[in-house]
């Protein structure tokens, strides 16, 4: 099969591979055990997409000024699942209760930064570089990362990007899958022969580099005779299948019977939640995307808990922004700042983080005030659960929150 051919192949497949050159740097494998970091604990990120209502989210019902800002879209008190005299959940997030009172699931509250931006692409563009408003980086903040220490190369890829086409925290260097189907991928890739001719070109050699690897990480996915069968449920729809497809391929490269195999899978996944940007007719829309959500979550619990994944696993939500406190005339929201986000894991010390809802101190345009910078849970990740200098990959110190227990 010829090189165009193989492309061709790929993106049928819904596939893409992105290497930051010929060459991978070695790396000591990751460390093991309770409270161990390296990145034998996987980081799965989860984008929803459009920018996430974080008040009707998590809803501060004890404040009258929330039903005075949403007399229409609201979420009833009667209807919200308290969790404490002032906070509740919209009722769609009752799937996550388990691991409420399991004491693993964090909920960070106030999430945004300074002088944000409400445009959709500049701001997630912020959020993927970790760069202050004003400033413009090339790398994703994850690309950095592994950049500033390599993945091993007993791993697959460095991660596996799903339900988008973009990099996000990995663009522009980081080894990187995107995976829509692996056994189609696995397919595709076994047309191609591993090439080893010592190309004198540099940018023929680092495409044939490409290739190979390619190749290789399509192996390394594809389902083998034995392999451990999940028995978890997945929920239907595009998010459902794209965990279910994200557990399947590491189930296939990161486990033997069921068990982890230390140094191997990828260090991280992305999978994206489309349809957070609510102008218009918030509440069905919302309620039906915050039941694919939870549903997904606990998903990804089982299916992490079968592999003997959970508790070396933290999941983290993020998106561009939130919503603005005072509904619109379409019965829904437009662009704000401040939102929540919800951490997830085994060894994650589960509550209530960050600045609840100022809804008293908004600003000139009705939004509210930064609680907690979200490069704060960036440097949760980098430092406390892989173990690196996030000082040096955040380009500035923040301070890691308080939501890993030892």
């Known amino acids: 099969m010829k090189r165009r051919e193989f492309l061709a192949a ?39 997409k459009g920018g996430n209502d974080g008040l009707n989210t998590v809803v501060p019902f004890a404040d009258p000024l929330y039903s005075s800002y949403r007399a229409n879209i609201g979420v009833r008190r009667d209807q919200a699942i308290q969790l404490d005299e002032r906070t509740a959940l919209h009722p769609s997030l009752a799937p996550l209760l388990p691991m409420w009172r399991a004491q693993q699931l964090a909920i960070v509250q106030g999430v945004t930064y300074p002088q944000p931006n409400l445009s959709h692409f500049r701001s997630i563009e912020i959020w993927d570089t970790a760069s202050r408003s004003d400033q413009y980086l090339r790398e994703g903040w994850l690309t950095r990362a592994f950049a500033s220490v390599p993945v091993p190369r007993g791993f697959a890829a460095d991660g596996l990007v799903l339900g988008s086409a973009e990099m996000g925290p990995m663009a522009n260097g980081a080894r990187a899958i995107a995976l829509v189907n692996p056994a189609q991928f696995a397919r595709a ?137 005072r509904e619109n005339q379409s019965q829904g929201t437009d662009h704000g700042t401040a939102s929540v986000h919800f951490v997830a894991g085994g060894r994650v010390a589960g509550g209530l983080y960050g600045q609840a809802p100022q809804l008293a101190r908004l600003d000139g345009n009705g939004n509210l005030p930064v609680g907690v910078d979200f490069r704060e849970i960036y440097a949760t990740v980098l430092g406390p659960w892989w173990g690196l200098d996030a000082q040096t990959v955040l380009q500035g110190r923040f301070q890691p929150l308080p939501i890993l227990r030892a």
């Open 189 to 325: 890739s076994r047309l191609v022969t591993p090439v080893s001719l010592k190309e004198r070109n540099p940018a023929l050699a680092h495409i044939l580099d490409v290739e190979n690897d390619i190749v290789h990480a399509a192996d390394d996915l594809r389902p083998r005779p034995g392999q451990y069968a999940l028995k978890t449920a997945f929920p239907p729809g595009a998010f459902g299948s794209s965990i279910k497809t994200a557990m399947q391929a590491l189930a296939s490269n990161d486990t033997a019977q069921g068990k982890p195999v230390p140094g191997r899978g990828v260090a991280v996944i992305r999978l994206t939640l489309n349809g957070f940007d609510t102008h218009q007719n918030q509440p069905g829309r919302h309620a039906d995307l915050l039941r694919q959500f939870s549903a997904g979550m606990v998903a990804l619990r089982d299916a992490l808990g079968e592999l003997g994944r959970w508790d070396r696993t933290m999941i983290v939500t993020y998106a561009e922004f939130g919503r603005r406190v």
């Open 10 to 48: 790929a993106a049928v497949a819904g596939t893409s591979l992105w290497l930051p050159g010929a060459v991978r740097a070695e790396s000591e494998p990751a460390a093991h055990g309770a409270g161990a970091t390296g990145y034998d604990n996987l980081l799965i990120l989860i984008e929803l």
